[in-house]
C-alpha cells in the first residue's frame, strides 16, 4: 500500500507560480510511475505530467512548457512546478502513482493504482 499526500495548493493570479509536492509513505517500489491529474468542477479528471524512475517526463500539451515535474528519490516526494498559471489551470490538483513503471498510457488515470486526495488550486485573472 502506498500513501499519498498532496500540499502547495493555494490562490495565486493569473501569471503567477506554484509548487505543487506529494509525499509518498507506505511500501517501495524499484519501478515506478507517478503522475500529476486534475480535475475542474464539471470536468473529466485529465493527466496534467508523468514522471517514471528513470525520470522520463511527459506533458499534456496545455501544460508543455509552463509545467514540470520533478521527483527527489530520497525524500520520496513528487514536485509540480507550475508556471504562467492561467484561469483554465483552475482545478484539484492530485498525485497518483503505480508500479511497475508505465510504457504507454502514461497520463490516463485508469492505469494508477494509488491516489492522494488532492490539492486545489484557483488561478484567477
Known amino acids: 500500500q502506498v500513501h499519498l499526500i498532496e500540499s502547495g495548493g493555494g490562490s495565486v493570479q493569473a501569471g503567477g507560480s506554484l509548487r505543487l509536492s506529494c509525499a509518498a509513505s507506505g511500501d517501495t517500489y524499484i519501478s515506478t510511475s507517478m503522475a500529476w491529474f486534475r480535475q475542474a468542477p464539471g470536468k473529466e479528471r485529465e493527466g496534467v505530467a508523468h514522471?517514471?524512475?528513470?525520470?522520463?517526463?511527459n506533458y499534456a500539451d496545455s501544460v508543455m512548457g509552463r509545467f514540470q515535474i520533478s521527483q527527489d528519490s530520497g525524500k520520496h516526494t513528487l514536485y509540480l512546478q507550475m508556471k504562467s498559471l492561467e484561469a483554465g489551470d483552475s482545478a484539484i490538483y492530485y498525485c497518483?502513482?503505480?508500479?511497475?513503471?508505465?510504457?504507454?498510457?502514461?497520463?490516463?488515470?485508469?492505469?494508477?493504482?494509488?491516489w492522494g486526495q488532492g490539492t486545489q488550486v484557483t488561478v484567477s485573472s
Open positions: 497518483a502513482a503505480t508500479s511497475p513503471r508505465l510504457s504507454w498510457g502514461m497520463l490516463a488515470s485508469e492505469r494508477y493504482k494509488y
Open positions: 514522471i517514471d524512475d528513470f525520470n522520463n517526463t
